[in-house]
């Protein structure tokens, strides 16, 4: 699939970032960032987070996914390229080919841990250390419907196949991690007694899983730092966004203390999927812009996601944080004027740190004059500033009218300027 076409009618925009000054603090606003982590919040990991790029997994879920070996290699080696710490693949139990994609992408010598992700139970788990993988991400439902529906196994039957399982993928000096799934929706008690257990054995990490899409960033707050008191391992978290909560809630479990967060490219996964790596990156790098420029490699992002779009064959949102067409297009006069004159008025995010462009539209009957007479110094003419009001007023009545593009506003520029010299 070809990159999402940039409309015709817009206009680059050279980068003029300044420093604002706040009326409120004496210090600069970039100084202090207010969109930092919270002091109260002592646990918080958000300047120290990891990432466990899920697209080989739970992106393989999606209902469109079918991905080649050849296409998870590629895959793989773009995330590692990006930066992420950990690539999940689909259980080599799910078929023969998984398998072999398995040992294939952790012969690929990336610097990237490699981790397959598997039912808590030993058949699969012998067959997962055998792969080469880094390490083992082992699940279990423990939320009354999947007792119940799923694996109908008891909390007791959980407990002891997951001290099995765990101990036996350590002896072989692998990572494991262990979760619950659907643990928003699970028994606090359970969670706490299944959590506390695994860490006592040694598990490198907990896992808690929003299977549903159902938990709002403040219950995922709150159940991260209760974790938090009971476990001294590592907590990584899962989150799906049927509800639209993904990247808030992933925030929030960062701001409680967990360290890592699952995610996929474009957040493809079950259903409408899970956190997307590019809405994360958006949202950390307002909040830990050091940390996060210099560990991930931002300007890859739009090609990875069109790799993975063009993979499943789905186009870019338009609405996609920081790659969707318009994420940097200014469009009415209010803001193209301010934004010409500082671009920090109405962007939290810096197009340049993605490799991006930021552009501002002028052929509109929203269009003002502070943008017309940009167009006419990039056009090299020269107008006074009541001409180039009299030309804005002629872009309007136009565009009244039909739907106007570049050309068409410089073919009316371009008249006036001709006939006020003749
Ligand atoms: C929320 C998530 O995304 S979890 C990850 C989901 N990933 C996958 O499902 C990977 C792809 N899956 C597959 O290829 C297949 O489901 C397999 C190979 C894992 C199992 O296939 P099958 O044996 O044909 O079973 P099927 O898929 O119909 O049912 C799932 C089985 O796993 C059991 N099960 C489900 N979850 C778990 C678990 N976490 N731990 C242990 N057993 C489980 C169920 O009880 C059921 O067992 P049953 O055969 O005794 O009924
Ligand atoms: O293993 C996990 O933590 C998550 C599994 C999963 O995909 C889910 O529960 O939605
Ligand atoms: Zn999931």
């Not at 895959?75 to 930066?83: P, R, S, T, V, Y």
């Not at 259903?271 to 990156?281: D, E, K, S, V, Y």
């Amino acid at each position: 699939m070809a990159p999402q076409p940039i409309p015709e009618d817009y206009q680059p925009v050279v980068e003029s970032r300044g420093t604002v000054n706040s009326p409120i603090f004496s210090t600069p606003i970039n100084q202090l960032n207010p969109y930092g982590p919270n002091p109260a919040d002592f646990l918080s990991n958000v300047n120290q987070f990891q990432l466990i790029d899920s697209t080989l997994r739970e992106g393989e879920q999606f209902a469109n996914a079918f991905f080649s070996t050849e296409k998870k290699i590629e895959i793989a080696k773009a995330l590692d390229e990006f930066g992420v710490d950990y690539i999940e693949l689909t259980s080599p139990v799910a078929s023969e080919q998984s398998k072999k994609d398995c040992e294939a992408i952790c012969k690929l010598g990336l610097k990237a841990k490699i981790l397959t992700h598997i039912r808590c139970h030993m058949d699969d788990a012998r067959i997962a250390v055998e792969t080469g993988v880094d390490g083992v991400d082992v699940v279990i439902g423990t939320s009354k419907f999947l007792r119940e529906f799923s694996h109908g196994k008891d909390m007791n039957y959980i407990a002891n196949s997951a001290v099995e399982v765990i101990n036996f993928v350590k002896s072989k000096g692998i990572e494991i991690r262990f979760s619950s799934e659907d643990s928003f929706r699970s028994d606090l008690v359970d969670l706490l007694n299944i959590y506390k257990t695994v860490d006592k054995i040694g598990v490198n990490r907990i896992g808690i899983a929003d299977t549903v899409g159902c938990a709002n960033p403040r219950q995922v707050y709150e159940l991260v730092r209760t974790l938090k008191s009971v476990v001294s391992c590592d907590i990584e978290c899962h989150f799906h966004n049927d509800t639209g909560c993904s990247i808030a809630n992933a925030y929030c479990a960062l701001e409680g203390g967990a360290k890592l967060i699952d995610v996929s490219v474009l957040g493809i996964g079950e259903r409408n999927g899970i956190t997307p790596l590019g809405g994360l990156m958006a949202r950390m790098i307002v909040a830990a812009p050091e940390y996060v420029k210099d560990k991930y490699n931002l300007k890859m992002l739009r090609d990875i996601e069109n790799l993975v779009a063009d993979a499943v064959e789905v186009n870019i949102p338009f609405n996609n944080p920081i790659t969707g067409f318009c994420a940097f297009t200014h469009k009415a006069g209010i803001h193209a004027k301010a934004i010409l004159a500082n671009p920090s008025t109405y962007e939290i995010l810096n197009p340049n740190d993605f490799g991006m462009t930021r552009y501002i539209h002028f052929a509109h009957r929203l269009t003002g004059w502070n943008a017309i007479k940009s167009r006419v110094e990039q056009l090299n003419l020269n107008l006074t500033d009541e001409q180039i009001k009299e030309v804005t007023s002629k872009v309007k009545s136009m565009a009244d009218i039909r739907s106007l593009n570049i050309d068409d506003v410089d073919s009316i520029i371009k008249k006036y300027h001709s006939e006020i010299k003749a």
